[in-house]
Structure formats: structure tokens, C-alpha cells
């Protein structure tokens, strides 16, 4: 029976926890999450002792060895000092994208590796997907010949633009990692992956074209709960999380878990009223790029161009493949 310890309870850290009590050969043995309330959510869902659930991370990574593997799913900048610590410590280490946005760290994580002889495996999930997989085999069977252009965007749907990079976790790349890594390594990896090949040049260009305080209609509030413009703005917190009377679903479908741990309609609205996401999206300290595109060329001779934007409807990839023979 393989033994998964979770360092980090967010929506990645649950769901993962929630698919290994689906498989038949590995079991959850220990949490960590600094939330007291993911914490103890955490503690129920998997069935724990209070001796194999950690509030502090510093504590957890100290203690005696609990688990074979360590799914490190905090935020972008502490999966650098978590998985070292980790690696140290004799786990295996699956660690959320991006590992971190600083190259250096990259390289001491592989060396850490090596020199502990342990795997560190990253969550670029979509390598695994049917869909993308059938792509990758289509590629290397030669249907479409040679692959020359590549035209890969990434449409990040306003609705959750608004809720990870102008008023959640990522709306700063100071304090976590610039839009394009914490979103697009997704892309990066799938580029990479289906080329075969690497990187020879880059050019790129991006702006913070919208969400900002130069945008922010006349007499607009700081907050969407006193804003007398909320019944009509696309933005407004009540209409992303609750829905509202001419629009009884929500807007954003993963549920309210960033915004809350209370479930409830009363608890969410209350939320709403003080934490940031209850904020107008143009009174905010946001600095990360709403719009980027990017050029690339690699070793083989393929060419992308690349673009991602917070502006879409849904949220979507659209890609399409130019060969000698024909096109996906």
C-alpha cells in the first residue's frame, strides 16, 4: 500500500486527496495545511488521527517520516523550500505547477533529487489526458507530415481571470509567479512535449490592458457589496459566486471554497462583505498581464504563436496544427 502525505488543503490538495481514496493500493497517512478549518476538513475527509494532521508546515517536514510520497500543493513560492525539505526528509515528491519561477531553484531541486535518489514528479496533468495524448500520437504517426506552425491559445474565461489573478492568490507576480508561468506551463509543457524538441528563441509582449484603476466606472464602490453599479456589471462578487435573480447561476462553477470554508448562502454573502473577493476587479493591487502573446522557434524548425487573454466567455484552449501534409 503506497502512503500519500498532502502538504497544502486547497481545491488542488483535496482533489488529489479525494482521487487516492479511490485507488486501491495507496491511502492518505498525514495532512498539513495552515487553515485550521481546511485543516480539520482535511482531518474528517480522509479519516486522520490528530498525531498525522500538522498546522505548520516547519513542524510537519521535522517530524518523522509518514508517508512514502508528499503531494506538495502550497502556493508557487513555498514549493521550492517544501519539496527541498522534503527530498531531505526521504519522500517521493509530487509538487504542483509551476515548481517555481525562479530557474536556479529548478536545478537544486534536480540536483537534490539525484543526490537523495528520490522522483519528483510534476502535476502537468495534461500530458495524461485522452484528448492531448491522441494529439501527441497523431504528430508522430506522420499523417500531417512535418509540423512547421503551431497557433496555440489559451482564452482564460473573465469570470476566472477576476478570480485568480485580480482578486485571488495569484493577482501579484511579486508574490507568486507571472501569469504566463502560473497559468500557461500547462502550455509550455504540452508545446514542448509535442515538438520533441528544444527551445531555440523567444519574443513576447503583454499588458495589463483592463483591470485596473484607470477603468473604474464613475461612481463605482470599492467593494460590490455598496456598489450601486452591481446589478449591471459582469464582475459583481454576488452574481460570480451566488448567481442573482435575472441570473440564478453562478458564474464561476467550482464552488465557493476560495472564498469561504462556511457553506452557505448567508456565510458566502458575509465573506463577500470583507475579504478580497468582494472587491470591485478595478480598485485592486493587481499587477499581473491580462493579455500576453508569444513567439517561439525551436531546434527542429517548428514555429508557435502563442496568446493568452482573461477576456474569453468560457474557458478554453484552441490549437491548431499546420504540417507539409495537412492540418489538426
Known amino acids: 500500500m503506497l502512503k500519500i502525505a498532502i502538504l497544502g488543503l486547497g481545491d488542488r490538495g483535496m482533489n488529489y486527496g479525494n482521487l487516492v481514496q479511490t485507488c486501491t493500493d495507496a ?3 498525514a495532512v498539513c495545511e ?3 478549518e481546511r485543516l480539520k476538513l482535511g482531518q474528517e475527509r480522509f479519516g486522520l488521527p490528530d498525531s498525522a494532521c500538522f498546522q505548520d508546515s516547519a513542524a510537519f517536514l521535522s517530524h518523522r517520516k509518514l508517508a512514502d510520497v508528499l503531494f506538495v500543493c502550497t502556493q508557487d513560492r513555498d514549493h521550492y523550500p517544501h519539496t527541498m525539505a ?3 526528509k526521504d519522500y517521493h515528491v509530487l509538487v504542483e505547477k509551476p515548481v517555481s519561477p525562479d530557474p536556479e531553484h529548478l536545478q537544486e531541486i534536480i540536483q537534490k533529487s539525484l543526490e537523495t535518489n528520490k522522483k519528483v514528479l510534476v502535476c502537468h496533468v495534461l500530458r495524461y489526458s485522452q484528448f492531448y495524448r491522441k494529439i501527441k500520437e497523431l504528430l508522430n ?12 491559445a489559451e482564452n482564460i474565461g ?5 478570480h485568480s489573478f485580480v482578486r485571488g492568490h495569484w493577482h501579484k507576480e511579486g508574490e507568486t509567479s507571472p501569469m504566463i508561468l502560473a497559468k500557461c506551463c500547462h502550455d509550455m509543457d504540452l508545446l514542448y512535449w509535442w515538438i520533441g524538441a528544444k527551445f531555440q528563441s523567444v519574443s513576447s509582449n503583454g499588458q495589463l490592458t483592463f483591470y485596473h484603476p484607470g477603468n473604474k466606472p464613475d461612481h463605482a464602490a470599492d467593494r460590490c457589496c455598496v456598489c450601486p453599479l452591481r446589478d449591471t456589471c459582469l464582475y459583481d462578487a454576488e452574481l460570480q459566486y451566488l448567481g442573482r435573480q435575472n441570473h440564478p447561476q453562478p458564474l464561476f462553477p467550482w464552488g465557493t471554497y476560495a472564498v469561504t470554508n462556511l457553506p452557505g448562502k448567508e456565510n458566502i454573502k458575509k465573506a463577500l462583505e470583507t475579504n478580497d473577493y468582494g472587491t470591485c476587479v478595478f480598485a485592486g493591487d493587481n499587477d499581473v498581464m491580462d493579455c500576453q502573446t508569444a513567439q517561439f522557434v525551436f ?6 504563436q502563442f ?6 466567455n468560457h474557458n478554453y484552449r484552441s490549437t491548431h496544427f499546420f504540417g507539409t501534409k495537412g492540418e489538426i
Open 27 to 29: 491511502e492518505i497517512t
Open 34 to 36: 495552515k487553515d485550521p
Open 86 to 88: 522534503a527530498l531531505e
Open 141 to 152: 504517426s506522420g499523417i500531417i507530415g512535418r509540423t512547421v506552425l503551431i497557433r496555440h
Open 158 to 162: 473573465f469570470w476566472h481571470f477576476s
Open 299 to 304: 531546434e527542429n524548425g517548428v514555429s508557435v
Open 307 to 312: 496568446s493568452v487573454n482573461g477576456f474569453s
